[in-house]
């Protein structure tokens, strides 16, 4: 994994497992996340609930870090999973760029 590139699964572990390494990893001036949607959308870490990339995302979105993020989800879905909130500041942080190439999963 490179530096400043996380999978979105990884994300939760971190969140669950390492909360100050999550908030570092949140903190990154520069962050690539690899398959949004991946990840568990809750965690628990000692009690309290979070919910990782809704919680990255907002930090960043704060913070207005750069972030690129790989997702196989369409704007409604990430709208329905996520929240309107989450939703909405995806659409003033982010360019978006579809690629229509077949799928070479099979």
């Not at 400043?4 to 699964?9: D, M, S, T, Y």
């Not at 939760?12 to 520069?30: G, Q, T, V």
């Not at 930090?59 to 309107?84: A, H």
């Amino acid at each position: 994994m490179c530096t400043g590139c996380v999978n979105a699964v990884h994300i939760a572990h971190l969140c669950r497992s390492n909360y100050d390494e999550f908030l570092r990893l949140c903190d990154h001036e520069m962050l690539g996340i690899d398959d949004m949607w991946t990840e568990p959308l809750e965690v628990q870490e000692f009690g309290n609930m979070h919910r990782p990339l809704t919680d990255l995302l907002t930090r960043r979105y704060e913070s207005r870090s750069f972030t690129f993020i790989t997702t196989n989800l369409v704007p409604q879905q990430i709208r329905k999973l996520y929240g309107d909130r989450i939703a909405d500041r995806l659409n003033e942080m982010v360019d978006k760029i579809v690629f229509d190439n077949p799928s070479f999963r099979k």
